[in-house]
């Protein structure tokens, strides 16, 4: 399982600063092994089964952005099966936007791969996607609160945002009852052992932050645990739209 990601950004004193890339090691032996373009997406977390990029409705001529794509294998499936008018892939680790070039720069101009920080990127684009997605990415490693008002306004009213996420914390931990992030283990590029911020959040706490946020017909489903061991990570598949205008 390789779900995407996408580097956070560091705060201090108030100020956004550079940060190390803390995704420099993710996904390398994959890389070397595997660069096919993938012929199945799935949102679960083991990613062997279940929904698939059907919960993205049709995608023939819409503009797509996958939030925190990595190596932007998800991007790469839908723009070589659905028949997007693009998909843009944003994730702001240098490391994974470097694999994703290396995997996938062949398939522009319908795959478009972007560095930038996921809501400096959506703030920038107004109205400017049909669909935006996540796939363990963005959405877990950035404050909801920053992330999903930047999300709204990108949309254009009525488009569709959907996104996969830990209903659980990896060592078992349940979610939590409020917008509140955990320290989770990482690893510097120069390997030293560090830690970033993720949003493990119950459901109804996404609803309500999608709410906030300017998000209408939402809906939060605990994805049925398929594969891998009883200690599996289950999977939150959370869908909504963006409020037309008044």
Request: with cysteine.
């Amino acid at each position: 399982m390789e779900p995407a990601l996408c580097a956070g950004r560091a705060h201090q004193d108030g100020a956004v600063t550079d940060a190390p890339d803390l995704w420099h090691h993710y996904g390398r032996t994959r890389a070397e092994r595997d660069r096919a373009v993938p012929g199945r997406f799935f949102w679960e977390w083991n990613q062997d089964d279940g929904p698939g990029p059907e919960v993205l409705g049709d995608l023939t001529g819409r503009v797509v952005g996958d939030l925190g794509s990595g190596a932007a294998r998800h991007a790469a499936h839908l723009a070589v099966h659905h028949r997007p008018a693009e998909v843009v892939a944003i994730d702001a680790s240098p490391a994974q936007h470097a694999m994703a070039q290396g995997l996938f720069r062949h398939l522009a101009p319908r795959l478009r791969l972007v560095r930038s920080d996921v809501v400096d990127h959506l703030r920038a684009a107004r109205g400017a996607y049909d669909v935006l997605y996540s796939v363990f990415g963005a959405v877990d490693f950035t404050d909801p609160r920053e992330l999903l008002p930047s999300a709204a306004v990108a949309l254009r009213p009525g488009g569709r945002l959907v996104f996969s996420s830990l209903a659980n914390y990896l060592g078992g931990a349940a979610a939590q009852p409020d917008v509140v992030a955990a320290d989770i283990p990482a690893r510097t590029p120069d390997g030293d052992a560090t830690t970033m911020q993720r949003w493990v959040l119950q459901e109804h706490v996404w609803t309500k932050a999608l709410d906030t946020a300017g998000f209408t017909d939402i809906s939060v489903t605990l994805l049925p645990l398929t594969g891998g061991s009883g200690s599996s990570p289950r999977t939150l598949l959370v869908a909504a739209r963006r409020r037309h205008e008044s």
